[in-house]
Each structure stands twice: as structure tokens, then as C-alpha cells.
């Protein structure tokens, strides 16, 4: 169950990530402690470690993520400068992100001609993305300051960019084309303490899966932007 998101994703992520003839120069935005799709692509020598460099915006992640020995202590919002990659992933920092276009423009600034980001995130109408929506700020520090011993929730998550609408008409304005976007519902695992409600709730999520018209109420979703060639502005 905890595994899905993976199993459903990671063929996709193989397909745009792994070495094909010359090495990748792979960043992994916002890398946090660990990434567990990039690791699974080491482990299987579809990527080459040294090749991999992490950013977050965190200084404890520098020494504790393993997957990196480089960690650039950055936001994601500020442009990278002296800095060019062949690939960027971001795995569930999207729906935190205050101003995702911006990031979109400084990300082409690195991201070589042909290059690709790979983005998994949930969906902005998913109804988990939703309810957090709604709740105010006051509330949901709260909550944190209960369930954390915390004041302020540390990451609030703003869902903008994660449709694939709203990918596609920013993304091209950034200079990227939307080459890839799957929505996929996995198992409410909220709801697997109350097992009827469990059961009704994967009813609802397979139908959700199976209905293309009800795709944009799926809860995460995995989007491939590839980067415009000079080719591609001449057409």
C-alpha cells in the first residue's frame, strides 16, 4: 500500500532520468533526507551517484541525506547561477512552492536545451490538497502547535502548478514543453483504522483511476517538462 505511488511512478521517472549513451547531471530540488525514486535508479545503475546533486533550503539536510556528498543550502526560489544540469526532480515539494512560476523560469535557466524536470506532487483537487486548502493558517498552526510543539506549521502547502492545465500554460512560458502527465489515486491510507469507511474510500480512489473524466480529482500526479530546443523555436 505504502509502496503504490513508486510502483505506479517509477517506470516513468526510469524512462526520463536513466543514463541513455552519456551520463546525466541529475538535481534533485528541494532533496530533503532521502529520494527514493533516484535511489532506486542507483541501486538498479540507471544513474551514476556522483552525477546526482542535492539542493534544499534546509542546512540540516546537508551530511544526512545519503544519496548526496553535494548539497548546494538553497530555495528553490532564488536562481541558481553557475550551475548547468541535463535533468531536475522534484519529489513532493511542488504543492509548497509560493510562487511556481518563478521557480519554472529559474529552473530553464539551468536546465540545458532538451533537458527535462520531473515533478510528482499531489494534485490540487484531490481531496486531501482541497481540505487543506480551506483550513485558515491559524488553524492549521494550531494544530501543529498540539500535535508538534510548534508554532508555525514549517512547510504550508499552496497546491498552485499542480494541475496539468496549469503546468502546461506556465511551463511553456518558461520554455518548456509538457511531454508527460499521469494522475494516479493511491490507497487513503487516512482512512485504514475505520476499515468501512477504508473500503468505501478505495472504491471511490479506483473509480477515480478508472474514469478519465474524473482524472483531475486524483490524488498525485508525476509531470515531465522538457526543455525547448533552438529547433523547437524555430517551428
Not at 79 to 91: C, I, T, W, Y
Not at 122 to 149: C, H
Not at 158 to 171: A, I, M, Q, V
Amino acid at each position: 500500500m505504502y509502496d503504490e505511488p513508486a510502483l505506479t511512478f517509477m517506470p516513468i521517472v526510469r524512462q526520463h532520468l536513466s543514463d541513455k549513451g552519456e551520463p546525466k547531471k541529475i538535481l534533485d530540488a528541494a532533496c530533503g533526507y532521502n529520494n527514493s525514486f533516484l535511489g532506486s535508479l542507483i541501486k538498479n545503475r540507471n544513474i551514476r551517484r556522483e552525477n546526482l546533486t542535492g539542493m534544499d533550503i534546509d542546512p540540516d539536510v546537508e551530511g544526512k541525506n545519503p544519496l548526496h556528498e553535494n548539497i548546494i543550502i538553497q530555495d528553490m526560489h532564488v536562481p541558481l547561477e553557475g550551475h548547468k544540469f541535463d535533468a531536475v526532480m522534484s519529489q513532493y515539494t511542488w504543492e509548497h512552492l509560493h510562487d511556481p512560476k518563478q521557480v519554472l523560469f529559474n529552473l530553464s535557466d539551468i536546465v540545458k536545451p532538451g533537458g527535462k524536470i520531473v515533478i510528482i506532487a499531489p494534485q490540487r483537487y484531490d481531496y486531501v490538497s482541497t481540505i487543506e486548502r480551506m483550513l485558515p493558517p491559524k488553524l492549521k498552526n494550531f494544530a501543529w502547535k498540539l500535535l508538534k510543539g510548534r508554532n508555525v506549521m514549517p512547510y504550508p502547502a499552496f497546491f498552485r502548478l499542480c494541475t496539468e492545465k496549469e503546468l502546461r500554460k506556465y511551463g511553456k512560458q518558461a520554455g518548456f514543453d509538457l511531454v508527460h502527465y499521469t494522475a494516479h489515486s493511491a490507497a487513503p491510507i487516512w482512512f485504514q483504522k475505520v476499515p468501512p469507511l477504508f473500503v468505501i474510500m478505495c472504491l471511490v480512489m479506483t473509480i477515480f483511476n478508472r474514469v478519465a473524466l474524473l482524472s483531475g480529482l486524483r490524488s498525485t500526479f508525476i509531470a515531465v517538462l522538457q526543455k525547448q530546443t533552438p529547433e523547437d523555436f524555430a517551428k
